[in-house]
């Protein structure tokens, strides 16, 4: 497979996302919001939220964002405009008036507005946002990563078959054997681990590398994507997937009604099985994600103790900046480990539960 086609692609993307159309209703009209009066106080909450929350634009530093496609679905039609219609030149909050409705942003989410300006609620439950958003374009990126990164590591292979594995080859070819040998192999077992090991390795490499974005600070990384419950969810609901629909006779028969228990016992033990079933998935999605949130809301706090302090006097922040900066980085340098722990956590887990479906009882292992 050719690397051209495949750059051109990510190339016509990252342009689509950075260059976004906002020639789709060029007679829109834009009523401006009231200009705040006086600056307001640094609220440290209100911060944190806007950070590790999705959002329509992308901040890169100040006031400067880089405004990303906002696709709406309205019973009339489809709107399409960029996100930067949304702020005026002094980037103070405006509606925005396309061609059947007027839009605006409220705590990062497009509503429908009426004539007054007034949330129209009755049009916001029938709108359908499709935005590329922030997270949406972090996962683009993401899969784009992936893809260069494991093309080009087997062309290499065949480019250079039967030596030893040098460059960005020789660093991933461990991580791929550990992950293979001593995750799949051992969870799954020697006859059934063949045919999910794409699956797996898919799914460490897509943690880590999501989780490895987002904590580089700028621009275009930064994205909390798998602190985003949706992100979890839909990798957890994959696994319990794969796990339901892969399990033979033997696991189903052990979790309804268990050989040799007396029937008493499975009344009591036969739910607590059929809940674990469902409770497996939910644990994976719930421990990455308030990892990962965890790990970004920790490292906000510290920076903003730097402001917190410098609105008493400019000395309190001056010298709170050295140990709250050397605080932050330490915390930064330590959720690197917590990235590359959660992904490993999350395939491991998954491969024992995928192990457990499988497994064919004790002639299985001989």
Known sequence: MSLKPLLRLVSLMMGLLLLVPSYAQPNSESTAAPAQ???????????????????????????????????LKVPSGLEVFSSGQFTNAEHQPINYTGKYGTYALHENKVVAVDAAGQVDEAATKALWDLSITKNAASLLMSVAFLLLIFISIARSYKRREGQAPKGLQSFLEPVILFVRDDIAKNSIGERHYRKYVPYLLTLFFFIWINNLMGLIPIFPFGANVTGNIATPLVLATITFLTVTFMANWHYWRHMLAMPGIPVPVLVILTPIEIMGHFIRPAVLMVRLFANIMSGHIVLLVFFCLIFIFGQSSVVAGYSTSVPALAFTIFINCLELLVGLLQAYVFTLLTSMYIGTAVAGGHDDHH
């Open 37 to 71: 009066e006086q600056k307001e106080p640094f609220k440290p909450g209100e911060l944190i939220i806007e950070h590790i929350s999705d959002a329509h634009q992308w901040h890169v530093i100040g006031d400067v964002h880089v405004p990303l496609p906002v696709i």
